[in-house]
């Protein structure tokens, strides 16, 4: 058997398939990370859970490493130019989660459309026979801007279209078979849209590109929807704005520094809250738990990887 290091918690069910086939090593539990790593010289598997920074000077103290498969389609905790100077394979689960992903997408714009959250504490607090909740906005008719038009932003689109909306997108790139209009600028986009919907991995020089001009050019009307990453948006600036109300409203699944966020998030009654729950229904987490335990199996067997990155 071979020896794998498993850098923090896995599903039950992956957990099972990586005990079946490897040795596993748990990182997480590790009290001195330098004599853990020590002792590994010799492993060529690390399972990533997602969440555990693997830096050059990681990977510099693992020297037979090969490959990282990493639980989750965002890779922006490895850093993948390291691993390429240093010929180690990196995997990620995408495609899987592109639906529980879409779907909290289209669950965060109902619930800050429509305040689902606070019309079900209306009732529950038995206010609602003192009189009727105030009226709400509704999805219908509205523009969406999906900023990053790729594998989830395509299944959030979709919906959104079911919905009765505009889709227009922006991205680095024009997509040539795409039928939704494409903004090359960001902030245009944001001036035109209703609804703002981020979905960009955290690691292709996304850090603050939406920027207070960007939510500001959303304006007082306009919502922003984060399912991608915390440190793709302004999160200081965010704040500000929807205290002074000089943007909307949001839905947030992603903080910069999850699950720790500025307090201040929690007294505001135009933003709904998620605690990174884009993947995660059971389906969908046994999926990528399935593909994330492949893509180790297909390198040991010398097979070709299922999903490489790098
Ligand atoms: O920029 P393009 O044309 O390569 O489009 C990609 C876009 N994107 C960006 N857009 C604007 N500025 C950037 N700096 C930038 N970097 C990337 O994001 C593409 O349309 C989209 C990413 O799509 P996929 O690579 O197919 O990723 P997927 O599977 O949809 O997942 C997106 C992210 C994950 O990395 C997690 O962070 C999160 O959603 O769950």
Redesign the pocket.
Known sequence: MQDLILTGPALPSAMEALEKEFRVHRYWEATDKTAFLKSQTNTRFVASSGHAKLDGAMMDQLPALEIISNFG??VDAIDLKAARTRNIRVTNT?EVLNDA?AELALALMLATCRRIVDADAHVRSGKWPNGNYPLTGELTGGTVGI???????KEIARRCQAFKMQVVY????KQRFEPFPYYDNLIDMARDVDWLVA????D???IG?VSREVLEALGPTGAFVN???GTLVDEPAMLDLLKSGKLGAAGLDVFAEEPKMSPEFWDLPNVVLSPHQ?SATTKTRWAMGDLFVRNLLAHRDGNPLITPVV
């Open positions: 389609v965002g995408p992903v900023l990053g038009l790729g594998r989830i932003g922006h991205g680095r790139t979905v960009v991995p955290g292709t020089g996304t590109l399912v991608g990453r884009g």
